[in-house]
């Protein structure tokens, strides 16, 4: 059965830094495209950023360009998202997702799995 857990969230101040796990069971993690999405209470679901298999290509939004990195090990079946120079505006559950069949893809319905998310707090 496949699962995704993440963990790494919690409270911070404003110019702070995270750093968020998600340990990947039950499938092949190094053949899936990994995601990283979010949701503000209200909000949508946004994309975060994606990693190829591979680990070779990224794509971050806009909005975390610069500030945050994705990353993958795939002997440890882990994926990462390095949060620096957080803002309130980062404030939300941050969700890992897993994609079979898309090389890199921002739209959450490519998804197959996803974890319950893990929550970050961002003070000003």
């Known amino acids: 059965q496949a699962q995704l857990v993440e963990s790494g969230g919690e409270l911070v101040q404003a110019g702070g830094s995270l750093r968020l796990s998600c340990a990947a069971s039950g499938f092949a993690f190094h053949v899936y495209t990994m995601g990283w999405f979010r949701q503000s209470p209200g909000k949508e679901r946004e994309f975060v950023a994606c990693?190829?298999?591979?680990?070779?290509?990224?794509e971050m939004a806009d909005s975390v360009k610069g500030r945050f990195t994705i990353s993958r090990d795939n002997d440890k079946n882990e994926v990462y998202l390095q949060m620096n120079s957080l803002e309130p505006e980062d404030t939300a559950d941050y969700y890992c997702?897993?994609?079979?069949?898309?090389?890199?893809?921002?739209?959450?319905?490519?998804?197959?799995?996803w974890g319950q998310g893990t929550q970050v707090t961002v003070s000003s």
């Open positions: 997702a897993a994609a079979l069949h898309v090389w890199r893809s921002r739209v959450d319905s490519d998804y197959d799995y």
């Open positions: 990693i190829s298999r591979n680990g070779a290509t990224t």
